[in-house]
């Protein structure tokens, strides 16, 4: 198979990326040559260390709640899709469907401004 009808995709949430899945197949790409992975354990990314940090009861720009507070996840894209198209025209089919569905494109280059 040509490299250049690989399709490499991600979304932000796994049902997002299944429904994608099955459109995909549901519009004639064999379900071998559409694979999603999940990227990020299903416990999540880590949110802090606790096992050392400063008192609860500080407070400032070293609080407790600071030190430790969750990392903004908003550009984090937990599944990745990668179809493998059998030709161009199946792949031009197959962007289109991740296009309308919200797939993002993995490689800034190609990202819409």
Known sequence: MAMENVILR???HLGAAEQARNEL?????AADDVEVTVRIEE???VQGNFTVGD???VTGKTAYSHTFAPVAQDDVRDCQITVNAGDPAQAERAMAILDRLGALDPD???RKH
């Open 10 to 12: 991600t979304f932000k």
């Open 25 to 29: 197949v549901a519009a004639g790409i």
């Open 43 to 45: 416990t999540g990314p």
């Open 55 to 57: 008192d609860p009861g």
């Open 108 to 110: 800034p280059a190609h």
